[in-house]
């Protein structure tokens, strides 16, 4: 079985006038990502809104997709459900429908101790007949740190993948170290695209980053060049996405900035389920506006009437207009350079 490797796309899910899945503009969506050259798909994230759907729902998403798809890139499927019971069911329905792995969230709700995060995915992975992997997000579950991820890699030969989603990169070295002795043909995907380039630098196999549903130009340019060693390019590139993630990620309830700009590209989205007041609603329209300024530099979309001037001060292909993060991502990446030469 091939390793998980390159920029799994979490696809929001659009929706008609009544909330229901637009299958029609969903199937769109997917063959457009493809077009785009993403290396993977991955519904049911937490762009994809999981929590937001029935467990019925979330079936019928990956039929969707598995259909549409047609072997043409591996899936990644998130599986979390509420209980081990569930999500072994939705693991034996992902496998029948040809996902090439599933994504299991660490226990939610409650927080777990790392022994009630390792017997939670034992019991899954050793009656999963489809290879998993786990999804390390501490601000939503129970982290899983690195011993855990090590004693279920000696003992589950199904647990095939880390996605981890913290953006500590101390934190991914020390998992890569401890690992890939053990398991080379283990894969570790970053969900923080905000540290992609370093992380990739650092060791990790690729990610599953938000931004590729809205420019998978970008993320997968972002990911081919950093493999190849065109360290400089690389890395302008993760300086113009960061003015982009930042203003999707941190303007908006989560994903609805995420869905403001994938209209811009285009396509219907529809609103989200989780209800907006009226302030929030009128700071989406300002957020649209700000982002059609942000793709319109990237060439997607053309500016707003009345120019950007008022919403973009200098080019954000420049570090210094990228502001404090731009500035940490370029002493992890001379860091990590550093490292390498030694």
């Avoid at 929590?51 to 047609?70: L, Q, V």
């Avoid at 591996?74 to 029948?96: D, F, Q, V, W």
């Amino acid at each position: 079985m091939s390793k998980l490797q390159g920029i799994f796309t979490p696809n929001l899910v659009p929706l008609d006038e009544n909330l229901e899945i637009n299958e029609g503009e969903l199937r769109r969506y997917i063959n457009w990502l493809i077009d785009k050259g993403v290396h993977g798909l991955y519904p049911n994230g937490s762009t994809g809104e999981f929590t937001r759907f029935t467990a019925e729902e979330r079936f019928r998403i990956i039929e969707i997709i598995t259909d549409e798809n047609r072997g043409r890139v591996p899936i990644l499927a998130g599986a979390a459900e509420a209980n081990t019971r569930e999500t072994i069911k939705a693991c034996e329905r992902y496998h029948e429908l040809g996902c090439r792995a599933v994504a299991i969230v660490s226990p939610f709700y409650f927080k777990l101790t790392p022994d009630g995060v390792y017997a939670y995915f034992k019991e899954i992975a050793d009656n999963s007949p489809i290879d998993v992997t786990l999804y390390n997000i501490p601000m939503f579950a129970s982290p899983i740190d690195v011993p855990t991820v090590q004693r279920l890699v000696e003992e589950c030969p199904r647990v095939a993948a880390i996605k981890d989603s913290s953006g500590d990169l101390p934190h991914m070295m020390r998992m890569i170290s401890a690992v890939k002795k053990i398991r080379p043909d283990f894969s570790f995907l970053t969900g923080w695209e905000a540290a992609l380039m370093p992380m990739l630098l650092i060791g990790a196999d690729g990610g599953t980053n938000a931004t590729s549903g809205i420019m998978p130009e970008i993320t997968k340019k972002l990911y081919d060049m950093t493999r190849a060693g065109d360290i400089d390019r690389a890395r302008d590139l993760q300086y113009r996405l960061l003015p982009i993630f930042d203003a999707m990620l941190y303007s908006a309830e989560f994903p609805e900035g995420f869905r403001a700009a994938l209209k811009l590209r285009g396509f219907n989205t529809g609103r989200g389920r989780q209800p907006q007041s009226e302030v929030q609603l009128e700071s989406l329209e300002e957020l649209s506006r700000k982002l059609q300024c942000l793709l319109s530099e990237e060439g997607f979309t053309d500016e707003p009437i009345g120019g950007c001037s008022t919403f973009i001060s200098g080019s954000s292909n420049s570090p210094a207009s990228s502001n404090i993060d731009a500035n940490e991502v370029a002493k992890i990446v001379k860091d990590v350079i550093s490292e390498m030469k030694l």
